[in-house]
């Protein structure tokens, strides 16, 4: 597989919840323009390092970290680093699609209106463009003020892609994107990740080793708080070097 650059350089990487130790050194260069999985059993700290890249753990008190995590040139630990800023380039969809009860439309321009965007041309134009890109505006562009409420569960998770690429992020992490959707509606994010790598770096956490596996470029398996294995998705499942790594993608524990 051909190399691109890194999109953020983990190293020595440390976290812990009061003493509780959940990620240990961990070291990983996660490449732009890549879908970047996260696999593992149950509780081995794969939500906890995807939020790691937009220091979400912030808002968990007890939460400490050492090590360095870079993206690009920044050190997004540092204390000059704005975390607004850094939650505005790297955008989060969560397992559950949470769209704000509020329009279709107002859904997708919050965003930006909060950073100061006015004008309503601009604002419309933008709210297209996320939808296309999000692969959803052919169907809602006839009921952009209905309550964002009223659409189905995938329609929905569209959706809060589509919020996320509003903010125009470089990054957009996904935990367990489609793990309350069906198999259509799974299927067209799965689709939709496809193309949106183009544009962005996507990191997804998933427990799918199938969804692992059509969609993803590069895997990091995790077991307890560590990353026990990384490399390219077909290398990780065709020959994977640990017998951990073998147990768990075909099925044989977690
Ligand atoms: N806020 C928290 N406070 C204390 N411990 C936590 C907190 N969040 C997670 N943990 C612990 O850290 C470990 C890793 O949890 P995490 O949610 O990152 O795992 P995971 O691999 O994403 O699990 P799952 O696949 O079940 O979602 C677990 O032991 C969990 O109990």
């Known amino acids: 597989m051909e190399q691109s650059p890194a999109k953020f350089a983990i190293k020595d990487l440390n976290l812990y919840y009061g003493v509780f130790h959940a990620l240990k050194t961990v070291n990983l260069e996660i490449p732009d323009k890549k879908v970047t999985a996260l696999i593992g059993p149950s509780g081995c700290g794969k939500s906890t390092f995807i939020r790691v890249l937009n220091r979400m753990n912030d808002l968990i008190c007890d939460c400490r970290i050492d090590g ?19 939650r505005t380039a790297v955008g989060m ?43 959803l505006w052919d169907e809602v562009k006839d009921r952009l003020k209905k309550n964002a409420l009223s659409l189905s569960g995938g329609q929905q998770q569209r959706l809060c892609i589509a919020r996320a690429i509003a903010m125009q992020p470089e990054v957009i992490l996904m935990d367990e994107p489609t793990s309350a959707l069906d198999p259509i509606a799974t299927k067209r994010i799965e689709e939709l990740m496809g193309s949106l790598k183009r544009d962005y770096c996507i990191v997804i956490v998933t427990h799918s080793m199938n969804q692992a596996l059509r969609i993803s470029d590069k895997t990091a398996f995790f077991l307890m708080g560590e990353i026990l294995e990384f490399g390219d998705t077909s290398q990780v499942f065709d020959s994977p070097r640990h017998e951990e790594t073998r147990r768990y993608i075909t099925g044989h524990f977690g």
């Open 68 to 86: 360095t995590v870079r993206m690009g040139k920044t050190d997004i630990y540092d204390t000059t680093t704005d975390v607004t800023s850094l």
């Open 93 to 135: 969809v969560f397992q559950k699609p949470n769209p704000f009860p509020m329009s279709i439309w107002q859904n997708v321009a919050y965003g930006p209106k909060m950073q100061g965007l006015r004008n309503k041309s601009m604002l419309n134009d933008l709210v297209e463009e996320s939808l296309r890109r999000a692969a």
